[in-house]
């Protein structure tokens, strides 16, 4: 998922050595999911394979569905002989196109980052009651760094997701079907005149965007889903691919140039601050340092 060019990434941490450490080398600390604090890290149901009508109905109208035909029973589904003369053959051949998701679990790390910096609930929870600081990164130059990662806003429900494999591979398939037609329609306007065709293209576009908002809304159930009680961080979390078979946690790099701002709490300790600007200006330069602190009218925060 490629991200937002006007998005910020902002990273909570308590006034401790490990967050000097960490600013000093260049490192994201990323870790296992069974390392934090939510049970329910990870907690979606996850389905691979073609669903059996008789048994799963409901797997199966949706993979249906996301092949384009929509229905309300398997028996309308089957009464449609395009649909059920090429069922079987496509259904094969678009389980193989999902990442296993199951798998996936065990080797991913996680890092995760507010959506605000004046965020009273994180200043509270991950900064240490204004003691701590908050790095302010720019989401490219962290996204584009070694190794390759995926960015993505958790998603806050009220019970677990279901993930499909299936209808993902369907979706890339779907996805890249229409990458395909609108090439093709292009070259056919361009070179054979075809202006007729043009009408077709908008069609092919929506096709396409449709079966990418289902692969990110898939991706994020399956990685990025917590209890609605959480809603409150607004996470947005980065998730690296390590290819570890145990749940130790890993230190992944950043040039120092996607810092775009340090914001500072109003209490933190005046010995650590002037540590924590020793290492800024060895690493980051002239980059920008404000401060978070309590307004005098209301329950709010204030960064200047």
């Not at 790390?109 to 990164?137: K, P, T």
Request: charged share 25%.
């Amino acid at each position: 998922m490629r991200p937002d060019e006007k998005r910020k990434l902002y990273k909570f941490s308590g006034p401790t050595e490990y967050a000097l450490q960490n600013l000093e080398n260049g490192v994201i600390f990323c870790q296992h999911y069974s390392a934090y604090n939510d049970p329910f890290e990870f907690w979606s149901n996850i389905y691979e394979g073609i669903p059996d009508p008789r048994v799963e109905p409901e797997r199966f109208l949706a993979a249906a569905s996301a092949w384009g035909f929509p229905a309300n029973s398997v028996d309308e589904l089957m009464a449609d002989q395009t649909f059920s003369e090429n069922m079987e053959d496509y259904f094969d051949e678009c389980q193989h196109y999902a990442p296993p998701f199951g798998a996936m679990r065990q080797g991913v790390r996680i890092a995760c980052f507010g959506s605000e910096q004046d965020n009273l609930l994180m200043w509270s929870h991950y900064g240490d009651g204004l003691r701590g600081f908050c790095l302010v990164f720019d989401e490219v130059l962290v996204a584009d760094a070694d190794p390759e990662c995926y960015l993505l806003d958790v998603a806050y429900l009220q019970t677990p997701p279901t993930v499909d494999s299936l209808v993902y591979g369907i979706a890339w398939d779907q996805d890249w079907f229409s990458q395909i037609a609108i090439d093709e329609t292009t070259t056919a306007i361009e070179y054979q005149g075809r202006k007729e065709l043009k009408a077709e293209i908008p069609m092919y576009e929506e096709a396409g965007a449709e079966a990418v908002r289902m692969m990110h809304d898939i991706w994020r159930h399956a990685f990025g889903t917590k209890p609605t009680e959480w809603s409150y961080e607004r996470e947005r979390r980065l998730l690296v691919q390590s290819g570890r078979k145990d749940e130790l946690p890993i230190l992944r790099r950043y040039p120092f140039e996607a810092i775009k701002q340090v914001v500072v709490g109003e209490r933190m300790p005046l010995d650590y601050r002037r540590r924590l600007e020793v290492v800024l200006s060895k690493t980051c330069g002239d980059v920008p340092v404000t401060t978070a602190s309590r307004s005098s009218s209301t329950y709010c925060l204030k960064i200047v």
